[in-house]
T-cell receptor, first 110, second 115 residues
Framework: AQRVTQPEKLLSVFKGAPVELKCNYS??????LFWYVQYSRQRLQLLLRHISRESIKGFTADLNKGETSFHLKKPFAQEEDSAMYYC????????????FGKGNQVVVIP | NAGVTQTPKFQVLKTGQSMTLQCAQD?????MSWYRQDPGMGLRLIHY???????DQGEVPNGYNVSRSTTEDFPLRLLLAAPSQTSVYFC??????????????FGEGSRLTVL
């Protein structure tokens, strides 16, 4: 069965410091991975997906099939990055259900 | 466009009561789903639907019932509420293209407390 693991629950970083959120997955096929974000008092929304290979709000995530990872990175954290971040894996064999990790709470300290 | 609309936003129930969480989307999305969000557990899929008249179970379906009579609506029913069902519930929808699910659009969430 597919699984998504986000090891840290809470990550505190100072403004301007780099931030990295770890995501590892297990999946038998070719994975399609996403990062979703939930800012305070806002809806959960898509941040980025690996097939787009784009940088959104300064965040990037590279799929590493050898390490089965999809870590989210930003070189310089901003206060507005404080939010809950979820890594998600599309289960193409299971009617395209999206399986989420347990989430990371990021707090950026001014 | 309203997007995904969930009602009610807050609800308190007593153990054994039943209720329905409503979800409606105006984006003509085929795919709709319900998740529950619990501290330390992340988002877990309860039920989902790939189109009108088609529903299926997710990870944690017990105690919940769904139906999909129209493309727009996907209500979640709690049959006999239990304290373990205290949670925040999210409805989400997506288009599908060639069998693949696109970006999930979420509702604002419904906070349910079962006493």
């Amino acid at each position: 069965a597919q699984r998504v693991t986000q090891p840290e629950k809470l990550l505190s970083v100072f403004k301007g410091a780099p931030v990295e959120l770890k995501c590892n997955y297990s999946y038998s096929g070719s994975p399609e991975l996403f990062w979703y974000v939930q800012y305070s008092r806002q809806r959960l929304q898509l941040l980025l997906r690996h097939i787009s290979r784009e940088s959104i709000k300064g965040f990037t995530a590279d799929l590493n099939k050898g390490e089965t990872s999809f870590h989210l990175k930003k070189p310089f954290a901003q206060e507005e990055d404080s939010a809950m971040y979820y890594c998600a894996l599309l289960d193409a064999y299971g009617n395209n259900r999206l399986a989420f990790g347990k989430g990371n709470q990021v707090v950026v300290i001014p | 466009n309203a997007g995904v609309t969930q009602t009610p936003k807050f609800q308190v129930l007593k153990t054994g009561q039943s209720m329905t969480l409503q979800c409606a989307q105006d984006m003509n999305h085929e795919y709709m789903s319900w998740y529950r969000q619990d501290p330390g557990m992340g988002l877990r899929l309860i039920h989902y639907s790939v189109g009108a008249g088609i529903t299926d179970q997710g990870e944690v379906p017990n105690g919940y019932n769904v139906s999909r009579s129209t493309t727009e609506d996907f209500p979640l029913r709690l049959l006999l509420a239990a304290p373990s069902q205290t949670s925040v519930y999210f409805c989400a929808s997506s288009y599908t293209y060639q069998g693949n699910t696109g970006e999930l659009f979420f509702g604002e969430g419904s906070r349910l407390t079962v006493l």
